[in-house]
């Protein structure tokens, strides 16, 4: 069974490593410590298992994960979906450092951060093509 810790009033806000270690998580599913080490082990060779142990505990305290406690190994699992925490964090960005502007967003986002095939993707979008 998967426990939650009780939670702020408001969403908690991931940290870098924590980011990281979702993006893992939505990747491979629920997982325990030792699955997620073993997959961020390639990229972050400084992070120790002992390490990633101690930010699974800590993003469940906050919230960010939910904890399944009745295996020997605890089993980790993000507590919101990718997208759903991703637009929580692009609106917390469009509001804080765009004025509340999403073109302005969009626009900075234009300036270098996306690749020729990406932009050929938003044009399709744009032009009412699917998303691939």
């Known amino acids: 069974m998967l426990h939650r810790m009780p939670s ?23 997982a325990t410590a030792r699955q997620v080490h073993e997959a961020i ?3 972050r060779p400084d992070m120790t298992a002992a390490t990633v ?5 800590l993003m469940h305290g906050k919230g960010l994960l939910l904890r399944d406690e009745t295996q020997r190994a605890h ?9 759903t ?6 609106s917390e960005l469009i509001t804080k450092a ?5 073109k302005a967003l969009v ?17 399709a979008i744009l032009n009412g093509g699917k998303e691939s």
């Open 98 to 102: 765009f004025s509340g502007s999403g």
């Open 8 to 30: 702020p009033a408001s969403p908690p806000k991931p940290t870098p490593s924590e980011l990281e270690l979702l993006r893992i998580l939505w990747q491979l599913g629920p």
């Open 107 to 123: 626009l900075a986002a234009l300036r270098g951060h996306v690749s020729k095939k990406e932009r050929e993707e938003i044009q």
């Open 75 to 83: 089993v980790y699992a993000p507590a919101q979906p990718q997208d």
């Open 53 to 57: 142990l101690r930010l699974l505990q």
């Open 41 to 43: 082990a390639a990229e």
């Open 85 to 90: 925490l991703q637009t929580s964090l692009v």
